[in-house]
C-alpha cells in the first residue's frame, strides 16, 4: 500500500520570500501521480500542482514549482513570493494509474505567512 | 459553471443515528469519490462510484454505504454512527477519460459532522 507523509506539521514564511514545503511518498509502483493541494480555513480543497511520474520535468504553476526526485521519492512543493492568501493547510497526495479511484494523502502541513 | 456542491454544510447526530450527506459533481463529471477527513489529518479514502456502481472501496466499514445516481450525483450513507464518524466528509468528482487516472479531480466544500 502507498503511503505519503509529510514531516513538517507547521511552517511559516515572510510575506514575498520562498518556503518548501516536504513530501515524502512509499510505493512499488513506476507510474503514478503526486499533487499537492492547499485547504484554506473555508475548507475548499484547491489543485495547487500536479506531477506525473513518468516525465521528468519538475512541474511549475506561475509561483509554485516542485522538486520531484523519483528514485528517492521526493515531492517538495516551492512558494516564491509568498502571499498573505496563502496561508493554508497544504496536502500531498498520491495517485495510482492502475489504482485511479483512490488518492492517498499525507497529513498536511499548516502554512503560516508572516506579513 | 458550478463546481462540486455537497450539502449539508454541518449536520450534528447522535451515536447509533443514521445520516445521509449528498453530492452533486461538477458539470461534465461522471466520477464521484468520497473522503473522510478528521481534524487534524489528511482525507481517507471511503469509495469511489462510477456508472452508478461502487468501483473501489478504501479501510472503512460497511455501516459506509453510497449510491450513486442516473444525473451522476452521489450519496453517502453512514449507519449506525459512532463518536469517531465525526468528521469532515469530502466529495470529489472527476471526469474518467480512457487512461483513467489522468484527469483532476475537484473537491467540495465538504459537510462536517459531529456525532454526539
Known amino acids: 500500500a502507498q503511503t505519503v507523509t509529510q514531516s513538517q506539521p507547521e511552517m511559516s514564511v515572510q510575506e514575498a520570500e520562498t518556503v518548501t514545503l516536504s513530501c515524502t511518498y512509499d510505493t512499488s509502483e513506476s507510474d503514478y501521480y503526486l499533487f499537492w493541494y492547499k485547504q484554506p480555513p473555508s475548507r475548499q480543497m484547491i489543485l495547487v500542482i500536479r506531477?506525473?511520474?513518468?516525465?521528468?520535468q519538475n512541474a511549475t504553476e506561475n509561483r509554485f514549482s516542485v522538486n520531484f526526485q523519483k528514485a528517492a521519492k521526493s515531492f517538495s512543493l516551492k512558494i516564491s513570493d509568498s502571499q498573505l492568501g496563502d496561508a493554508a493547510m497544504y496536502f500531498c497526495a498520491y495517485r495510482s494509474l492502475t489504482n485511479a479511484g483512490k488518492s492517498t494523502f499525507g497529513d498536511g502541513t499548516t502554512l503560516t505567512v508572516k506579513p | 459553471d458550478a463546481g462540486v456542491t455537497q450539502s449539508p454544510t454541518h449536520l450534528i447526530k447522535t451515536r447509533g443515528q443514521q445520516v445521509t450527506l449528498r453530492c452533486s459533481p461538477k458539470?461534465?463529471?461522471?466520477?464521484v469519490s468520497w473522503y473522510q477527513q478528521a481534524l487534524g489529518q489528511g482525507p481517507q479514502f471511503i469509495f469511489q462510484?462510477?456508472?452508478?456502481?461502487?468501483?473501489q472501496r478504501g479501510n472503512f466499514p460497511d455501516r459506509f454505504s453510497g449510491h450513486q445516481f442516473p444525473n451522476y450525483s452521489s450519496e453517502l450513507n453512514v449507519n449506525a454512527l459512532l463518536l469517531g464518524d465525526s468528521a469532515l466528509y469530502l466529495c470529489?468528482?472527476?471526469?474518467?477519460?480512457?487512461?483513467?487516472?489522468?484527469?483532476?479531480?475537484?473537491f467540495g466544500p465538504g459537510t462536517r459532522l459531529t456525532v454526539l
Open positions: 462510484y462510477y456508472e452508478e456502481e461502487e468501483r
Open positions: 506531477q506525473e511520474a513518468y516525465k521528468q
Open positions: 458539470s461534465g463529471h461522471d466520477t
Open positions: 470529489a468528482s472527476k471526469e474518467t477519460g480512457l487512461a483513467g487516472g489522468t484527469d483532476t479531480q475537484y
